[in-house]
């Protein structure tokens, strides 16, 4: 066992060269995240980041290494970190969303995170679980096959993060706080970013643009991740087309294609052939965004990189045409066609026997105002909101432990209730336009309910869009298991039809599932692991409304499926 203790300066250029591919069983960084000014648009911003670095820096392992991160967190803000994907496997204390597995790292302190990285391969991201803070706190995570093996695709020439975020010419943290306060929509970003840089279409941002090199007949491996708050995005690059190989760190069968849509939280690796003449071709992505902009603002601007063949003298860039920003029909298109690669490294075919069955109702909806004049921000001046199953999640603040503390010591009152409905409360035509005037349908109450799992059960959820305000596409998560989507389709679920449908050969292996607007998405996974697992939509705006649960899986028979005791260092002032 080799153990690589690095220094920030090592750590920095380790990251940067392929030297970190080496086959060390740990490998160990010190981060320290704190306030800097970075010059973006017009505009000097002061941030909080990772090592003075945005996005944050990449990590590289292989699958089976253990990564240990000492998090020091000199900003002014509470911090917690989420490695995005990661099945954290009898590693629960590390998975990071604030308030559910730790407290959060108060300023001045550090934690340090520590777990394998176990049968997985592919593109993840970590990301701060702080709500707005991941607008500045992200970077990509790499697990590259074990030495000896390859991947199920020919080797590229060249492999490239691309990483999308959102930028704002203010403090981000000041911006949810205005919203949370007065109960409407956040501020919109004001540039979408590919690598941290907004591309030459914005103002003062023509300096400020991503540049690949290529050469020509080469293979490249991009590893798309969609690190963007709020936003799903469409991405294409001028004149090429891509073959899919991965999404959420699973193989999937190669599908070739010309656009790749990519929901907050997912990531996709795809292949890019330099077969073009040489020459230079923007890369651009823009916003897929289906809602009103009455009811939530449109971030209508599009971000762009270069990518510049070797040899080329080209100083205009061909520009790719992007979809309309609401174009569900090609969003769906590009989901409907990605299937698993059966047999593949780490392929795990789908559970048959189905011991748990959920029908959860997912959408954005109202709760009463509390400002003493009465005048949210919110239709009608009521505060926005959002729930499951008619449940609006609320994090246990104030409760002295985390949700998962509150299990290992068998004493959660206070902190949740295992009483999250299996199903909504009230059937209706959940994807009826006609509901968002209905609006006894858009309160629900504040809770903060978890669904019990036995150890080892399967589970199968329906998640279903509404329309009640207004219908979106909704990116649920779920922290700490993968799963298998079976089908997706429109309007309202119907199992004597739907079922029908299911793929139970080669779906697609997700950590995060873009849930088709007005429509409805059905996944299935194995409850293998103990513990308190967040289950929560992925557009930041949604999970500070209250769009998000938790599933409680017991304990399972042995000492190796028990949830250990928690690290020394663990946080515990929440």
């Not at 800097?36 to 392992?61: D, F, K, M, Y």
């Not at 705006?541 to 028979?557: D, I, K, R, S, Y």
């Amino acid at each position: 066992m080799r153990t690589s203790l690095l220094s920030l300066a090592w750590a920095l250029a380790l990251l940067a060269s392929s030297s970190s591919l080496v086959s060390a069983d740990v490998l160990e960084y010190t981060w320290e995240v704190a306030n800097v000014t970075i010059q973006r648009l017009c505009n000097e911003t002061v941030i909080a980041a990772v090592n003075g670095s945005l996005p944050g820096p990449t990590i590289n392992v292989r699958e089976g290494d253990t990564l240990v991160v000492h998090a020091i967190n000199n900003s002014p803000y509470n911090l917690t970190i989420h490695w995005h994907g990661i099945l954290q496997l009898m590693t629960q204390w590390a998975d990071g969303p604030e308030y559910v597995t730790q407290c959060p790292i108060l300023s001045g302190e550090r934690y340090t995170y520590r777990f394998n990285v176990t049968e997985q391969e592919g593109t993840l991201w970590w990301h701060a679980h702080s709500s707005f803070f991941r607008a500045w706190v992200y970077g990509a995570l790499i697990i590259r096959p074990r030495l000896g093996n390859s991947y199920p695709f020919p080797a590229p020439y060249q492999e490239v993060p691309i990483v999308f975020g959102e930028w704002w010419n203010a403090n981000v943290m000041e911006v949810e706080e205005e919203a949370i306060e007065f109960g409407g929509t956040p501020t919109i970003s004001d540039a979408f970013t590919i690598n941290g840089l907004p591309g030459a279409l914005y103002n003062c941002s023509q300096n400020q643009t991503f540049q690949l090199e290529v050469q020509q007949a080469e293979t490249y491996l991009l590893r798309i991740i969609n690190a963007a708050l709020n936003e799903h995005l469409f991405f294409r690059i001028a004149s090429h087309t891509f073959t899919v190989v991965a999404v959420d760190a699973a193989y999937t069968n190669p599908y070739a294609t010309d656009i790749i849509v990519i929901a907050p939280g997912q990531t996709v690796d795809a292949l890019l052939i330099a077969n073009q003449t040489v020459g230079s071709y923007y890369m651009a992505a823009s916003a897929y965004n289906t809602l009103n902009a009455s009811v939530v603002p449109l971030a209508d601007t599009t971000t762009t990189g270069i990518v510049v063949y070797n040899g080329s003298t080209s100083t205009t860039p061909l520009m790719p045409t992007l979809p309309a920003h609401n174009d569900t029909q090609t969003a769906n298109n590009f989901y409907l066609s990605i299937t698993g690669l059966v047999g593949g490294p780490h392929w795990v075919p789908v559970p048959q026997d189905v011991d748990e069955h959920m029908f959860i109702t997912i959408g954005i909806g109202l709760d009463f105002c509390t400002l003493q004049n009465a005048t949210c921000e919110g239709p009608n001046g009521n505060r926005l909101s959002a729930s499951m199953n008619n449940e609006s999640f609320v994090f246990p603040r104030g409760r002295g432990f985390s949700m998962l503390d509150a299990f290992y010591r068998n004493s959660t009152s206070g902190v949740y209730t295992r009483d999250f409905p299996d199903e909504p409360p009230l059937v209706f035509n959940y994807t009826d336009p006609s509901i968002n005037n209905n609006m006894t349908l858009a309160f629900a109450p504040k809770s903060t309910k978890v669904k019990t799992l036995k150890f080892n059960s399967t589970v199968q959820v329906v998640f279903q869009n509404t329309a009640i305000l207004a219908a979106e596409n909704h990116p649920m998560h779920i922290h700490g298991f993968n799963f298998h989507v079976l089908a997706q389709g429109t309007g309202n679920y119907n199992a004597s039809n739907d079922e029908s449908k299911f793929n139970l050969n080669d779906p697609q292996i997700r950590n995060t599932v873009a849930v088709p607007f007005g429509g409805w998405s059905v996944i299935r996974f194995q409850a293998n692991n103990p513990g308190i697992w967040l289950v929560h939509c992925h557009l930041e705006n949604h999970v500070t409304w209250g769009l998000t649960m938790a599933f409680e899986v017991e304990n399972g028979p042995t000492t190796e499926t028990t949830l250990p005791a928690p690290p020394a260092d663990l946080p515990t002032r929440c």
